[in-house]
C-alpha cells in the first residue's frame, strides 16, 4: 500500500452479484477479496478446489461471503452450471470479470494444434460464453458491467508466449465488439490490461534478476505491481461511478506501455 493512499468504497456494489472468473488465486483472489469487502455477493469460478475452499475459509468474516463454484472454465456446459448455481444462491448476476487465465511459456516449435486450442479456451473463449451467459441476468436488470482481463505482454512483444499473447490481444477486439452489440441495453464491456503482476505464481515461477531489471528499466513507477492495484480498477468499472466508460482498454502497468 502506498503510504498516502485511501481507497474508495462504492454503494452501488454493496449487494450486487459479481462473478468473478479464475478466482482462487493471483489476480483472481484479490477481485474476491476486494469485491466482498465492499459488500458484493461474490461467487467466484476456479479448477483448483482446495485454493478456492481455502479462500473462502480465509474470508469467512468478510462483509459478505463468497462463493466458491469448482468448474473447469474450458468446459462450457460445466462452466454454465457454476453459473446456474451463483445465480440461485445470490441472485441475478449483474457485474461479470472475466480473469482467468494461464500464461504457460512455449515456444512456436513445440506449440501444437491441441495446445494452441487449449490456450485459446482458457485465455480467450470462456471470456465470450461467460459474457454470454449473464446477459439474460443484465438484460432484465436494465443494465450490468462487464470487464475483461488482458495483457500489455503482446504490445511489448514478450517472448515464448505466442498463443496466449494472441489470445490476449483478441480481448481488446472482444471487448469493443461487445460494447457495441450490448450497449442499447445499458450493458457496459470494458477491459484492464494489466502489466507484470507480482502475483506468487509469478515470482516463483518467473521473476529473476533480469526480470527485476526489465521492469526497472519498464514502468515509471518503480514500485511492484500488485493484484490489488488491478482489483481496485476493477471495483470502479463494475461499479455505477463508471457510468459511462465502454469499450475501453484500462492499462494497469506502472506506465510501462
Known sequence: MHPYATYATYPSLVDRTVLV??????????????????GSRVGFIDIDEAAGRALVAR??????????????????KAMQAAIESLRARFG?????????????????????PESWDAGMAVNLKHQ???AKAVLP???????????????VSWM??????????????????????????????????????PGWVMTEKQVRLW??????????????IHRPLLPEHIARMALFLAADDSDMCTAQDFVVDGGWT
Open 59 to 76: 474470508l469467512g468474516q468478510s462483509r459478505t461471503v463468497p462463493l466458491f463454484l469448482h468448474a473447469d472454465l474450458t468446459d462450457l
Open 207 to 220: 521473476l529473476d534478476d533480469a526480470g527485476r531489471a526489465e521492469l526497472e528499466r519498464g514502468q515509471c
Open 21 to 38: 472468473t479464475g478466482g482462487a488465486t493471483g489476480i483472481g483472489e484479490s477481485l474476491v477479496e476486494h469485491f466482498a469487502a465492499q
Open 156 to 193: 511489448l512483444k514478450i517472448r515464448n508466449l505466442t498463443v496466449y499473447q494472441t489470445a490476449k490481444a483478441a480481448v481488446k477486439g472482444l471487448t469493443r465488439s461487445l460494447a457495441r452489440e450490448l450497449g442499447t441495453m445499458n450493458i457496459r464491456v470494458n477491459s484492464i490490461v
Open 128 to 130: 465470450f460464453f461467460a
Open 92 to 112: 441475478p448476476v449483474t457485474a461479470l470479470v472475466n480473469n482467468a487465465a494461464n500464461d504457460v511459456r512455449h515456444t512456436v516449435e513445440e506449440t501444437t
Open 137 to 151: 441476468d443484465m438484460r432484465a436488470a436494465g443494465g450490468g458491467s462487464i470487464v475483461n482481463l488482458g495483457s
